[in-house]
């Protein structure tokens, strides 16, 4: 019996932790599609869903891959691109308790140190900072301004390469503004967020 116990109580621990990440990363719900090319009209959709009296508040989120390299680097990496509104996102998820600078406020999330003309970005904690033996994370003062080149690539709906596309490779340098700790190893480790 007291096995039973222990397991019940472990388990039970960790499916309600795994849970709260979850929900923390997602939110509630998420309405999607499986093709790379989203759905139209979504800004409509979420104002239709808005004044509904069962939801609270919506957030658009592009999802995409590209390959992220700091700028003068050879060595890049090829990661998850989510594109959101920080402030719309972390009132559907719990994205704002995830950043270590700008964690009382989600709308300078991607304000970089510096210059905040600047577009900046956020990436998971695991591709950024390293941790010691304990498994804590050294942190600056404040985020260093550095320059990340994000190159996407024009994919087909089922998400291969356009052949017929590929002269329209796009880069663009955004600066590093925060980490995001989401407590989601995949997620901490292969994705960074962009405005």
């Not at 808005?50 to 989120?61: C, G, N, P």
């Not at 994205?95 to 905040?116: C, I, N, Q």
Request: some cysteine; glycine content about 10%; aromatic content about 12%.
């Amino acid at each position: 019996m007291f096995v039973v116990v222990v397991v019940m109580t472990v388990m039970t621990g960790l499916v309600g932790d795994f849970k709260k990440k979850n929900h923390n990363f997602t939110g509630d719900c998420v309405v999607g599609t499986e093709s790379l090319v989203g759905f139209a009209y979504y800004d409509d959709f979420i104002r239709l869903l808005e004044k509904t009296d069962f939801v609270e508040q919506a957030s658009a989120v592009i999802k995409s891959y590209a390959l992220v390299n700091a700028e003068g680097s050879q060595n890049g990496a090829g990661l998850e691109v989510i594109g959101i509104d920080a402030v719309q996102y972390s009132g559907v998820t719990g994205f704002a308790r995830t950043l270590h600078y700008h964690k009382d406020d989600a709308a300078e999330a991607f304000v970089p140190t510096g210059d905040g003309n600047k577009p900046g970005c956020v990436v998971g904690i695991d591709m950024w900072f390293q941790r010691n033996s304990k498994g804590e994370y050294f942190y600056s003062s404040r985020p260093a301004a550095t320059a990340i080149v994000v190159t996407c690539f024009p994919l087909t709906a089922k998400g291969a390469l356009a052949k017929a596309g590929t002269g329209l490779v796009n880069s663009k340098t955004f600066y590093f503004s925060d980490a995001a700790q989401s407590g989601l190893a995949r997620v901490d480790g292969s994705v960074i967020y962009i405005p």
